[in-house]
């Protein structure tokens, strides 16, 4: 029987969350990783038992597990991400050359073919890969050995590569972003990259025009229109119709144009989702109203998604990978945010329930559609 | 035989009670231990020391018969008593909330 499985990362260990296709009952399994910060699970596309999970702590550093049974049970598997190579540095808060420095694992990204293959966005940025399960990771330095490499700055989070896209349509074509340097595409599997950030404009940087510098909060494509790509940036929400070549603004009639979620409903390429966040000195909802708004025209023309979310007193965030849909029929959407909920939507987003209350402050959701 | 004690996440990490007893070969040092537990609990491999420098954790420091040996040279000798196996090395985990 079809189902949902909600994959959650949280502050204080991971929890995994399922329903039937209805999606009106929901079991919450865990805390798996008990007391460690799990940044991110997903599930391999190819295999939705095989999942992997970046488990973190201050402590211990980078722990990273694998499970071969949707959950269940889980093994540890290699936690060495090294960079390859002459390391440089990046520029620190204070503009000083700042050496890099490994810190965790912010996103896993399993390949869409093979369950084997995943690939991990880590503080400070930059992007490995895993052929083996997890077994061994090795960098892609063409990206952080990109010519901008050394004037990359980190954002408040740190100088995390937050997210990865893979186009299904081009196994060679790779998107990822950058806080706060912005986002880069590849078209050679991971050899050399280029900053897509055309458009993009910043208050904070001086030039207009500046290659990098922007901070990208995250970025959603459908696989449908793998060229079209949706951004939320610290400021404005934007779209590019060529791959990220070209960026334009889409906030339209957004109360707020900061957050940092965006996402794509499953079978409307045009449908898009943010959060609007009221500003980025008060990272939380706008009249503590907790809104998702919806456009089903690509963008500039949003409504408000109010029914079953908090009317008043809510002053949480939803962090930049804590959307997700699902892939039934009607779409299913879910988001988390930094006081614990997991609000759903069976509808698109037309009416929403909170599935879980009072987790550890959220920082990721990712759903998986089973069969 | 050698005496460790790990805080609670590598004990559940390792799958490991509150201390595991390990054989060094030679002389008994800080880093002949952790080289003993690690090539015993592979996953413990770069949650105590860094990978490649080899370097202790920031938030983690190493104890034994009521000293902190943490700034100790890790090739020093561990007190007679740890290498007797009679008090165990303790990797103990920084005292901190939130």
Redesign the interface.
Known sequence: MAGVRVLVGTHKGAFILTSDEKRKDWQIDGPHFG??DIYHLKGSQADPNRIYASQQ???????VHRSDDGGKTWE?VG??L?YKGDTGTHLWYDDTPHPWEFKRIWHLEPSLTDPDHVYAGVEDAAIFETRDAGATWQELPGLRQHGTGQHWMPGAGGLCLHTIILDPTDSKRIYIAISAAGAFRTDDGGTNWKAINQGLRSEYIPDPNAEVGHCVHHVAMHPDKPGVLFMQKHWDVMRSDDGGDNWYEISGNLPTDFGFVVDVHAHEPETVYVVPIKSDSEHFPPDGKLRVYRSRTGGNEWEELAKGLPEKDCYHNVLRDAMSVDSLDSCGVYFGTTGGQVYASADSGDNWKAIASDLPRIYSVEAQTLP | MIRVRLPYHLRNLAKVGSEVELEVEGPVTSRAVLDALEARYPVLRGTIRDHVTLERRAFLRYFACQQDLSLEPMDAPLPDEVAAGDEPFIVLGAIAGG
């Open positions: 007391g460690w702590s201050d402590w211990f550093g980078q722990v540890t936690n060495e090294s």
